[in-house]
């Protein structure tokens, strides 16, 4: 099953970037709570680039989410000074957003993760930033796993994100990631997990979660299957559960929606 990352605890948008100024814990709670009876199977925790101490406001962010929910936690931040502050106080289930896929990036992060058993997201980014290409992501992603096997790492606790770029940025990446995702799913048994920003794809768009749907059926059949995404998006749950009975991820029945809802929910 999709194991959706809950994407609005991110002081990207508004009313986080708000709540973090006023320590206002009950917005940050809210979403908790929302996101993980949407189904969200990770809250996604980003401190954005607004806060003035970035690690404080990881720290009180955690904190708040985990008094609301048990949900585990995507502590998501390009600073690592700043992930290990979200680590330090977190006691949910843990994965770690992200590491950067060069050897001296990963001989941090795959230790780190492994210390508060948790598991990790990987870029493929390198010395040589964002590729642009199939075989750069590809070739990327096989390293992530070389490294993966040399740190003892287990495989099913690393998330691989090809990198998702926005459609009116350039409209023939999204047809060159799914053959990415199928690529990655053959390279180990078992396989990585597949993330991307799904959201990326729509941002600046008109009918954003229209986008998002298309995308995200045509991606998980590929083999995207923990995408970052707006999970209050009914429509977009929806269409993430129809792809999973349309791929025999379980028994059709006419409440198929409120099964897969269920299984997503645990309750
Ligand atoms: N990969 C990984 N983690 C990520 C990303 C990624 N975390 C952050 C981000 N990208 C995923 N989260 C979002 C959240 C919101 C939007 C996009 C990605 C978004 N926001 C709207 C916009 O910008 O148009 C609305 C913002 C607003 O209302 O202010 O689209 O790629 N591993």
Redesign the pocket.
């Known amino acids: 099953m999709i194991e959706p990352?809950g994407?609005?605890i991110?002081g990207?948008?508004?009313d986080i970037r708000i709540a973090i100024k006023e320590r206002d814990a009950s917005v940050i709670q809210d979403y908790a709570r929302k996101q993980t009876e949407a189904g969200a199977k990770f809250l996604?925790i980003?401190v954005g680039t607004a806060a003035e101490d970035q690690c404080a406001a990881m720290k009180w962010m955690v904190e708040a989410a985990q008094d609301a929910v048990k949900t585990a936690l995507?502590i998501?931040s390009q600073k690592l000074e700043v992930v290990k502050a979200g680590l330090e106080v977190c006691k949910n289930e843990i994965l770690i957003?992200?590491s950067k896929a060069d050897p001296e990036a990963l001989d941090v992060y795959m230790p780190l993760a492994k210390q508060y058993n948790a598991s990790l997201?990987c870029?493929t980014i390198n010395k040589d930033g964002v590729p642009q290409d199939i075989d750069t992501r590809v070739s990327i992603a096989a390293e992530i796993l070389g490294k993966a096997l040399e740190h003892d790492f287990d495989i099913s606790k690393i998330?691989i994100?090809p990198?998702?770029l926005p459609i009116n940025c350039d409209q023939k990446q999204a047809t060159m990631m799914t053959e990415v995702y199928q690529q990655i799913k053959l390279m180990s048994d078992p396989p990585p997990h597949i993330?991307?920003?799904?959201?990326?794809f729509?941002?600046?768009t008109s009918e954003?979660s229209l986008l998002n749907r298309t995308i995200l059926t045509m991606s998980m059949a590929a083999g995207l299957d923990a995408p970052?995404m707006?999970v209050l998006d009914e429509e977009l749950m929806n269409t993430a559960i129809s792809a999973e009975v349309v791929m025999n991820s379980f028994i059709y029945s006419d409440s198929f929606l409120k099964a897969g809802k269920s299984m997503l929910t645990g309750n």
């Open positions: 990352i994407e609005r991110n990207m948008f508004k996604d980003n995507c998501d957003n992200s997201i870029l998330y994100d990198i998702l993330t991307v920003g799904l959201s990326n729509s941002q600046g954003k970052v707006d």
